[in-house]
């Protein structure tokens, strides 16, 4: 049950359950999560969220074993395991008086502490694998993996919104990508100032290259080409020919210069390359 969620005027009701007729719009008798977690565990997560007056009828059933249904007379026996979980500071809370200090001990049976994921970088190849399955049966997605890069790249982040924002993540990454492996260009991660991109930004244009090349070789499975050099190095010249014409406004003589050839060469890989000028650039 994620306490955080419900309306704090269902509370109770969720916890406990009601009667018909206990409050306005309780039409039938509700079962609530203690009945329902009979001879079992129930998990409360964000337990640091739940109001004050809820928290005292909590504690009354973790004391005494037995609660009652919102406007009911009955009592009931409660044979359930608490599990309970919080990002918050209790200790804090119940010094602010925003949580009980009784009820804190009574859950401070056996605490375990959870660091953030930047703290334990070791379960992310883990937590990669698990999501990247878990996104591919869900959302019918084909990745079979993430690059040595990749990972590098998620090993090093910062991870402020830890596990939920690794799954985010890898979910924006998987139904944007462009082929089964996912590369440094596919995440968008924020850095730890939360002000931009991150390392992605640094990549080098040979890793970029690296990562269009490998996506290349990975949706042909190896398939047959002929000339692939000479494809590559026409698929690298056209873009690099086309931008610094752009950026020179056309001027050839600049833009042989800033190329590192000459003039004559430059009109004639314009000419090889089907390469269109507009009339500012002719």
């Known amino acids: 049950m994620h306490c ?9 009701s969720d916890l406990f359950g009601h009667e018909r007729g206990s409050f306005t719009g309780a039409l039938e008798r509700r079962i609530g999560k203690f009945e329902l977690a009979e001879e079992g565990t129930l998990f409360l997560d964000e337990v640091g969220d739940i109001p004050l007056d809820v928290q005292t009828k909590l504690l009354r059933v973790l004391q005494e074993r037995e609660f009652g249904r919102v406007g009911g007379k009955e009592i009931l026996k409660a044979d359930v395991r608490i599990l309970a979980a919080t990002n918050q500071d ?7 008086k925003r949580f009980r200090e009784d009820l804190y001990f009574r859950l401070k049976v056996i605490p375990i502490y959870l660091p953030p994921l930047r ?28 690059s040595l890069e990749a990972m590098k790249l998620l090993e090093e982040h910062t991870w402020q919104g830890n596990v939920r924002e690794l799954e985010n993540t890898l979910i924006r990454a998987a ?3 462009s082929g089964p492996i996912l590369f440094p260009g596919d995440f968008t991660l924020q850095s730890r100032q939360g002000d931009g991109p991150s390392e992605i930004d640094s990549l080098s244009l040979e ?3 690296r990562h269009k090349l490998e996506d290349y070789f990975e949706r042909t499975r190896g398939v047959d080409v002929d000339n692939l050099y000479n494809l590559v190095v026409e698929r690298v010249e056209r873009p690099l020919i086309e931008l610094t014409l752009r ?4 001027n050839q003589i600049k833009a042989a210069q800033i190329l590192g050839i000459n003039r004559n060469t430059l009109r004639k890989k314009i000419a090889d390359l089907h390469i269109k000028l507009k009339k500012d650039e002719e």
């Open 4 to 12: 955080a969620a419900v309306p704090r005027d269902l509370l109770e």
């Open 90 to 96: 209790l200790e804090k809370a119940v010094k602010e």
């Open 119 to 146: 703290e334990r970088r070791g379960d992310i190849p883990l937590l990669v694998g698990y999501f990247v399955d878990k996104i591919n049966r869900e959302m019918g997605t084909q990745i079979s993996g993430v």
């Open 175 to 177: 139904v944007l990508s």
């Open 207 to 209: 890793e970029v290259i």
């Open 247 to 250: 950026k020179t406004r056309g």
